[in-house]
């Protein structure tokens, strides 16, 4: 999309840190156990400013010396990687069975501890799931050096606690994820998508609840959405047999009286937009029309400057969008509570901010993540500020 140059992700070592990467579970393990400092944990470092910034590092541990595949089941539709296998090569090696981890996030180079910590996803969330519903087994080092595993190789798994949700989206706080289990998916054979011109936010609410509540089994249905015009357009995907994808894109046309059929995706689809400060939004689904009504009632943008845009998984209520510099991000968190909304900061150009700036109020849970981070990482060595509330 258009907008502004993006932003380079934000330092989060000086030049006097420590750095290292480590090859094997047993030598993460080592590393932490002989450090009493602080440890920030990065991937291959496409989403580090989609946490606040650390108060302290003493060491940054790149895990992109974790490189192995080093199960893969085909026929259990199961693999085991590292931590630091990056998903298009993963992606590569599936492709050859004709699977795939129904994951899409756009970041180039992004590694699966990274997606794990960071729980990316893309368009595809609206028929797979994110990170939570495909994670089924995970191993991490934590802050004393402990290898602790959860989960296993096998799709359905109830003994003990789910530990794999509880390390996604956590940013390396609780503890530095080295290998990790999916679930897969077969790749579609065929694909046909269905654009559709939207004039303004009612009609945009008016497809989403016509698709959500249709027997339609879209693998996507994204919206691009320019606030200053209103308008943009909606996508919708369709992934299966050649004869369903297209009895289903001509059925869509019929419920939402438009549309133009095509076996392309436009440039645009899964790409998070650009600008000087980009959020991630969530808030109801049904309430698609009314956040985009909040985009469009922002000020601060300068003269010839690109308004409030995005991208908006149409069904889901889940968005990124890029807002003008000089939005009031508290101002545009209380016109998204009514929606059960939020907003997080995804980049940001100039000073970093601190993380209540970043993440915004801490809510109810805040009490239990306390707990949590206690339980895990006692000293608070682990990803210092990162988290919500400076945890």
Known sequence: MGGAPRTPPPAIAGPDTARARPESVAETAELLRGTSGTVVPVGAGTKTGWAAPPTSCDLLLRTGGLCRITEYLP?????????????????????????MLALDPPEPDATLGGIVSANASGPRRLRYGTVRD???????????????????????????????????????????????????HPRQPARATVTVPVHDSAQAGRYAALLARSTLTPTAAE??????????ELVVLFESTA?????????????????????????WFGHRPEGDLVLRLAYEPFALP???????ALDGRPSGAPGPHGTFSACTGVAYAAVPAGTGLAELRAALTPYDGSAVVLAAAGPARGAAEHWGPTGDAFPLMTR?????????????GRLLGGL
């Not at 990056?86 to 090696?93: K, V």
């Not at 602790?148 to 530990?163: F, P, S, T, W």
């Not at 009314?290 to 469009?296: C, F």
């Not at 949590?372 to 060595?381: A, G, I, L, S, W």
């Open 75 to 99: 026929g259990d539709l199961v693999v085991v990687a590292e931590a630091g296998v990056p998903l298009a090569a993963l992606q590569e090696c599936l492709a050859d069975h004709g699977q």
């Open 134 to 184: 495909l994670l089924i087994g995970v191993t991490v080092v934590l802050a004393d050096g402990t290898v602790a595993r959860a989960g296993g190789k096998v799709v359905k798994n109830v003994a003990g606690y789910d530990l794999g949700k509880l390390y996604t989206g956590a940013h390396g706080s609780l503890g530095v994820v080295v290998s990790t289990t999916w679930r897969l």
């Open 223 to 232: 919206l691009k959405w320019d606030a200053a015009a209103p308008g943009g």
């Open 243 to 267: 004869a369903s994808v297209r009895a289903q894109a001509r059925d869509t046309v019929a419920l939402l009286g438009a549309g133009r059929v095509a076996d392309a995706l436009p440039g």
């Open 290 to 296: 009314r956040v985009l009504d909040v985009l469009g």
């Open 372 to 384: 949590v981070k206690d339980r895990f990482d006692p000293e608070r060595r682990l990803s210092p």
